[in-house]
């Protein structure tokens, strides 16, 4: 899985990032905590210095010398779980518990399979209710390892637990 990349990133204040990604996406980054835990991140305290940050060699990084740089990986990941958002991550970890390859992901929720690589993969955002989909669709899921026929209806859900 390879993220997606930084198109462009601003320095709203002293360890926060607002960073637009190749998505169309615009998230914010707080990484006061990674300046505060990593020595090398330490110079970062200087706001002069953090305001100074420039996106990196083809967008797979942001930097503010040539020591100091983070990877778009560890930053789309980072946004992602701020904003309450799914990642690409954590789309890959439900196709992996759940036995799932690209095609029968497709269809379990009924999207294309080009779609679903493009979820795992980063290339695009994952919609709050694809991943919302997927956890219904882990929650209502029979024992067995083979994919239902269909999802049940939100009446007969309703009528099978109440």
Partial sequence: MKPPRID???????GVLEIRWTTGETLIAHIDDWIERFSLLGPLRDPALFSQVQVGWYGHSVVW???MDLGADQLYERCKEEAGLPTPQLFDDWMKRNQLSLQT???????????VAYYRNGAKPIPRQTWLACLGWEATRPKAKTLPRRLPTAIEYAAAHA
């Fill in 8 to 14: 462009a990133v601003t320095a709203l204040e002293p």
């Fill in 105 to 115: 992901a497709a269809d379990a929720l009924g999207l294309s399979r080009r779609v």
């Fill in 65 to 67: 010398s040539s020591e």
